[in-house]
């Protein structure tokens, strides 16, 4: 239900992948690329192949916010279920029934990770960690042959979710994510805390005061039985004696202080709930009490557990627009805080109702509701509001799950005033809604669980390079940012630095050397050093602030600088149409010297003077490979004054042109070609051509002109004329024909001019063919055919 923006971008970007995984599968060759190719066989890619790819873009996440995610999504045996989700391989032992923990092997455990929306840059890191350090942050893990086994990936997202050099490697755990380990372990916090016996003030991991004394609850279940039960039949169970007598205990006593508002757990209350149980401990024992201490000597917000209602646990209570909320939820009489903690909204006095399709959704909160403000404890207040938005952001439940998980996405923060700006943060309530279709609820079955939308700064682009070099410049690209904070990305700030490049591929910076914003993908930094290691840097701004810097790009060093401007070349005759020219050489500091290229500059009294096609005598360039200081210049025109210019070219591209040589003026020769040609008369068998004298006559007076016609598959004609206008005799009817003009004096023949291109005029037509009889004559006429000519 997204937008249709949004909608469509998802379209478009899938087709895209699918069509480029499958184009790199059949061009990997084999039987079934070329059924494929035939249309014998459905195109398909392997989803390891899709999964990698997706990876690839997701925005890092760090090991313990994906550990929080998957215990509020799976709870305590989320990570034991992993090997269900495996490809065959890793799955097999699970799917054998074999004992032992499961192992994965590095591609299948960063398949895992990225089936549940995790990042490929994430898995592996999050792989090669926890194979260092093992289970509890301390020792090394088991990361073998058999790769890495379940057990050890438990262990470590439940007690020691903590990696060192990970994206999210705080120090200690929040409150949100003790919550989110005590309702996996213990079910609810009646259980964990020990509320309603003198377990809150035992040893832990010590027997339930209550079942060993004959507590309050103790006529009633043993620790662990009640929230076993309330699984089995959350609804049943409120019928039962049992559950009569523990809900008349629940409120008496003890009992009633973890209902009123501002009770805190004991010291004795924490070590019980942070030690575990049998088959599902928590801490080591060392860390329970270091822990028990801190947490009993803080200062406690209110309420205890933001990211905790009655009936829903979030892993965290701040998200961005579009986020990924993993929701539990509990169906249970008394909810996740169990028998003995406050009531939930609609607890075991009146049943759940339900419906065929209850949802979970996010409702906007009233005024400054939420974390901090009044929150809306009118559950028709919600109703009202969810009927007025409808449940965009809302996520079916099974009714026959009485403890399961949904995920749904985090709203758009909507204005809360006239200021744009305002807009930066929106207080929403996730609620649990009975309903019969999916949309329209019945009644509210959850007290208000407050999160707030925030829109953050970008996160920055994946990568960055640089390519495209130069001696002063590089041009620098990168992937638009996936992470947006949940606003339009604004611009990108590139920054290059300076470096020196160390052992271990490591770079020590120097100062920062360049900056600029855009709002494209790529930007040319201008200008740079020569001959300098530089890496590059981008990050990008939406309208909450700008994002962090993102990592270095691989070094890349400018190209050498520009060669020198050379002296100034000295030229000498060698000929009509040729001079030699040489010049000092460059300085030899100068890297990669590859070539030189000659500008040869016509000096023209005559300022109405033209070539043989009709233009003015313009400069143009002739180049020559190698370091040589010393060439021959030709294609030049007889007794014609020219100048010279050099420049030396590199790697990195030229270098400014030398000062020009003397004035040098080449020998006598043959005269230069006329311009093209006219045709002032055009008959079947010749043509009367004019044209105009050569601009140049080599030195010596021009005697005579040489016109050559040129057909197809015929010879060619030359007829001599002493000038124009001329006939052209000889040529052959309704023919295509080029012709050229060549001047002459007494030191020969010069260059043909420009061809003129036409047709001569129409002639008779041939015969056509012999007349045939086509068929059989009759008495008074016969049909005859025949070929064209």
């Given amino acids: 239900r997204a937008s249709a923006d949004l909608q469509q971008r998802l379209a478009d970007g899938t087709a895209k992948l699918f069509a480029d995984l499958r184009d790199e599968e059949l061009a990997e060759g084999g039987d079934a690329a070329a059924e494929i190719a035939a249309g014998q066989l459905t195109p398909t890619v392997a989803r390891r192949s899709v999964l990698f790819a997706l990876g690839t873009v997701a925005p890092r996440e760090g090991f313990r916010s994906w550990a929080n995610r998957m215990l509020v999504r799976g709870g305590f045996e989320a990570f034991t279920d992993l090997p269900q989700l495996a490809p065959p391989v890793a799955g097999a032992a699970a799917a054998s029934g074999s004992r032992g923990p499961a192992a994965l092997s590095r591609e299948d455990f960063c398949e895992l990770v990225l089936l549940l929306n995790g990042s490929l840059e994430d898995a592996g890191e999050w792989f090669d960690a926890i194979s260092e350090t093992g289970p509890a942050g301390g020792r090394r893990g088991r990361a073998d042959a058999d790769g890495l086994d379940i057990h050890t990936i438990h262990r470590r997202a439940l007690a020691a979710p903590r990696l060192e050099g990970c994206a999210d490697a705080e120090p200690a755990m929040a409150l949100q994510e003790v919550a989110v380990r005590l309702v996996a372990i213990w079910g609810d916090l009646t259980s964990a805390f020990g509320l309603g016996s003198a377990a809150g003030s035992s040893s832990a991991g010590r027997e339930d005061a209550s079942t060993r004394h004959g507590g309050p609850c103790s006529s009633l279940m043993p620790r662990g039985q009640l929230a076993q039960a ?154 009202d509001r969810l009927r007025g938005i409808g449940a ?153 602030g700008v994002g962090a810097w993102s990592a270095r790009s691989p070094p890349f060093q400018t190209l050498p600088p520009l060669p020198p401007a050379p002296l100034k070349p000295s030229a000498s005759i060698c000929g009509a149409r040729e001079v030699k020219l040489r010049w000092p050489p460059v300085d030899e500091s100068v890297i990669g010297l590859m070539q030189h290229s000659v500008q040869v500059v016509p000096l023209v009294a005559d300022p109405d003077a033209r070539t043989s096609s009709g233009a003015a ?35 990195s591209g030229h270098g400014p042109w030398s000062p020009p040589s003397e004035s040098i003026q080449t020998r006598p020769g043959p005269p230069q070609s006329p311009a093209a040609p006219s045709a002032t008369e055009i008959l079947p068998d010749g043509v009367q051509l004019a044209w105009q004298y050569p601009f140049n006559n080599g030195g010596a007076c021009v005697r005579g002109y040489v016109l050559k016609a040129v057909a197809p598959d015929l010879a060619a004609i030359e007829v001599h004329a002493a000038g124009p206008p001329a006939w052209l005799r000889g040529l052959k009817g309704n023919t295509w024909y080029d012709v050229c003009i060549s001047a002459t004096n007494d030191l020969g023949t010069g260059p043909c001019s420009e061809p003129l291109r036409f047709r001569t005029g129409a002639v008779a037509p041939a015969p056509p063919g012999a007349p045939r009889q086509a068929a059989e004559a009759g008495q008074e006429e016969v049909l005859v055919t025949w070929s064209p000519p």
């Avoid at 000597?297 to 909320?325: H, M, Q, Y």
């Avoid at 990568?463 to 611009?491: I, R």
């Avoid at 190698?626 to 025109?637: A, C, I």
């Fill in 230 to 383: 309330i699984l089995r039949d959350p609804v049943g169970l409120s019928n039962s004696p049992s559950s009569a007598s523990c809900s008349s205990s629940v409120r008496t006593g003890a009992v009633g202080a973890a209902a009123r508002k501002g009770w805190r757990p004991s010291k004795g209350h924490w070590s019980r709930a942070l030690h575990g149980k049998h088959g599902r401990y928590f801490l080591l024992e060392r860390d329970t009490r270091a822990e028990s201490d801190r947490l009993a000597a803080s200062s406690l917000p209110e309420p205890l557990f933001p990211n905790l209602c009655d009936r829903l646990l979030v892993t965290k209570g701040e998200w961005t627009p579009s986020e990924l909320i993993t929701v539990r939820y509990s169906l249970a009489d008394w909810g996740f805080w169990g028998s003995c903690g406050p009531p939930p909204l609609v607890s075991s006095g009146r049943r759940l109702q339900l419906g065929a399709r209850p949802f979970i959704a996010a409702v906007p909160q009233v005024g400054d509701g939420g974390v901090g403000g009044r929150d809306d404890d009118g559950a028709e207040d919600s109703l």
């Fill in 392 to 544: 965009w952001h809302a996520s079916a439940v099974d009714p026959q799950v009485a403890i399961g998980s949904v995920v749904l996405r985090a709203p758009e923060p909507h204005s809360m005033g006239a200021n744009e700006d305002a807009a930066l943060v929106s207080r929403w309530n996730l609620r649990l809604f009975g309903s019969d279709d999916g949309v329209n609820p019945i009644m509210a079955l959850s007290g208000p669980l407050p999160i707030q939308v925030a829109t953050l700064p970008p996160a920055p682009p994946a990568a960055v390079a640089g390519c495209e070099l130069a001696h002063n410049s590089a041009l620098l690209q990168w992937p638009a940012c996936m992470a947006t904070g949940g606003a339009p990305v604004v611009w990108y700030e590139a920054a290059v630095w300076e470096c020196e490049e160390r052992a271990n591929n490591d770079v020590d910076l120097g100062p920062a050397v360049w900056s600029q914003r855009t709002e494209e993908l790529s930007l040319r930094a201008f200008p740079l050093q020569p001959l300098r290691m530089h890496v590059a840097r981008v990050r990008c701004a939406n309208r909450a």
């Fill in 617 to 651: 005598p313009t400069p143009w360039v002739q180049t020559f490979q190698g370091p040589q200081t010393e060439v021959r210049v030709s294609g030049l025109f007889s007794n014609t004054t020219y100048l010279f210019q050099v420049r030396a070219h590199n790697i």
